[in-house]
């Protein structure tokens, strides 16, 4: 389906026109639903996850509740997943938030911004830091009830074409990052491109770009990354925890009962929790597996240039939080529960951590 289809049906939303919703398909007691996914069929950690989430809401149901997943490209365009479930042409999406930042940049901070939660963190934000809240009343505005639904955990700072070990190597580097990371290396001089998963590998060998993030070893390694280009940086400072997201078409979630929206949250937070241990299992394997082949050099970024990363990100990431009056009770939440986090971070898991290599 073409944008300008899926806008048809957004416009009579935006003007007050009637639109009515297609109701999901009712049939002896059992609900057959829609849902989109930004991620190429099979793709593992993403769509996979997109189909045992789906999978596990149709077994705790006892089968009442189905739901079809169809991966990009479909029964939408990649990225036209939030206009579809917004429309009611699809009845939920697998995706990121990040990629409507268009709609609203404050859709950033419930998939991950540069320096702010782990994976844990932001699922602590959003089930008890009032980030719940604040997200439905974001993606109320758009017809759209959501949920987290998946984690790629920490991600890694990415591929490079050679080491680098300054900020001025930063100059005219061209670099595959989204945003709002990529407005970070903007700042420091870089030509930011942003290419789809399948295009960086070919982007790389020719020299159209010089370095690329994508996710964490597990499917860098699945996409060939490693083939391409030998520098392999940390940590991602771009996504420290990235969270993907559950969306459902308003009008479908309250056609729900009390105990099934409740059943579908559960099956949600622990698909979350399913997926990043899947990742960080992955990635630890894939890790080692790198290390042991010895082609890749894996390099930390220097503590002066994290220190520069951070020092623009803050100003980055205010100004995605400055918008309306909404934008900037979202921003004002992150900040402080991201506070108390580091605190909470510094004298537990940080402090076990570094005891840990003592030995």
């Given at each position: 389906?073409?944008?300008?289809?899926?806008?048809?049906?957004?416009?009579?939303?935006?003007?007050?026109?009637?639109?009515?919703?297609?109701?999901?398909?009712?049939?002896?007691?059992?609900?057959?639903?829609?849902?989109?996914?930004?991620?190429?069929?099979?793709?593992?950690?993403?769509?996979?996850?997109?189909?045992?989430?789906?999978?596990?809401?149709?077994?705790?149901?006892?089968?009442?509740?189905?739901?079809?997943?169809?991966?990009?490209?479909?029964?939408?365009?990649?990225?036209?997943?939030?206009?579809?479930?917004?429309?009611?042409?699809?009845?939920?999406?697998?995706?990121?938030?990040?990629?409507?930042?268009?709609?609203?940049?404050?859709?950033?901070?419930?998939?991950?911004?540069?320096?702010?939660?782990?994976?844990?963190?932001?699922?602590?934000?959003?089930?008890?830091?009032?980030?719940?809240?604040?997200?439905?009343?974001?993606?109320?505005?758009?017809?759209?009830?959501?949920?987290?639904?998946?984690?790629?955990?920490?991600?890694?700072?990415?591929?490079?074409?050679?080491?680098?070990?300054?900020?001025?190597?930063?100059?005219?580097?061209?670099?595959?990052?989204?945003?709002?990371?990529?407005?970070?290396?903007?700042?420091?001089?870089?030509?930011?491109?942003?290419?789809?998963?399948?295009?960086?590998?070919?982007?790389?060998?020719?020299?159209?770009?010089?370095?690329?993030?994508?996710?964490?070893?597990?499917?860098?390694?699945?996409?060939?990354?490693?083939?391409?280009?030998?520098?392999?940086?940390?940590?991602?400072?771009?996504?420290?925890?990235?969270?993907?997201?559950?969306?459902?078409?308003?009008?479908?979630?309250?056609?729900?009962?009390?105990?099934?929206?409740?059943?579908?949250?559960?099956?949600?937070?622990?698909?979350?929790?399913?997926?990043?241990?899947?990742?960080?299992?992955?990635?630890?394997?894939?890790?080692?597996?790198?290390?042991?082949?010895?082609?890749?050099?894996?390099?930390?970024?220097?503590?002066?240039?994290?220190?520069?990363?951070?020092?623009?990100?803050?100003?980055?990431?205010?100004?995605?939080?400055?918008g309306d009056e909404l934008s900037r009770k979202i921003y004002a939440s992150y900040q402080q529960f991201r506070a108390s986090m580091m605190d909470w971070s510094d004298v537990a898991e940080r402090a076990f951590?570094?005891?840990?290599?003592?030995?």
């Open positions: 389906m073409r944008r300008r289809d899926l806008l048809a049906g957004g416009g009579a939303i935006a003007t007050g026109a009637p639109f009515v919703f297609p109701a999901p398909s009712v049939a002896q007691g059992i609900r057959q639903l829609r849902m989109v996914t930004d991620w190429p069929a099979g793709f593992p950690g993403m769509q996979t996850s997109a189909v045992r989430l789906a999978k596990t809401i149709e077994a705790a149901s006892g089968g009442r509740i189905m739901i079809e997943v169809f991966p990009a490209g479909s029964l939408v365009r990649p990225f036209e997943t939030f206009d579809a479930v917004r429309a009611g042409v699809a009845d939920m999406y697998h995706s990121a938030e990040n990629y409507w930042g268009a709609k609203s940049p404050a859709f950033t901070f419930f998939t991950g911004v540069p320096f702010g939660f782990t994976a844990d963190e932001l699922f602590a934000w959003v089930h008890y830091g009032g980030g719940q809240e604040l997200w439905d009343a974001l993606s109320g505005q758009f017809n759209i009830k959501p949920l987290l639904g998946s984690s790629t955990a920490c991600q890694m700072g990415g591929w490079f074409n050679k080491e680098i070990t300054s900020r001025e190597m930063f100059q005219g580097l061209r670099y595959r990052m989204p945003p709002p990371g990529a407005e970070v290396l903007r700042r420091l001089g870089a030509t930011v491109v942003l290419l789809p998963g399948g295009e960086i590998v070919a982007a790389l060998k020719s020299g159209a770009i010089d370095a690329s993030e994508w996710i964490g070893p597990w499917l860098d390694m699945a996409f060939g990354l490693h083939e391409a280009v030998e520098y392999y940086y940390y940590p991602g400072f771009h996504e420290p925890g990235s969270g993907l997201s559950l969306g459902i078409n308003k009008s479908v979630w309250e056609s729900f009962d009390a105990s099934d929206r409740r059943l579908i949250e559960a099956v949600a937070a622990g698909e979350y929790a399913r997926s990043l241990a899947e990742f960080n299992a992955n990635n630890a394997l894939a890790l080692r597996k790198l290390r042991d082949e010895g082609t890749v050099k894996i390099r930390k970024f220097d503590d002066a240039l994290l220190t520069e990363f951070l020092r623009i990100a803050e100003d980055v990431v205010a100004e995605f939080g400055s951590l570094n005891s840990r290599r003592l030995a």
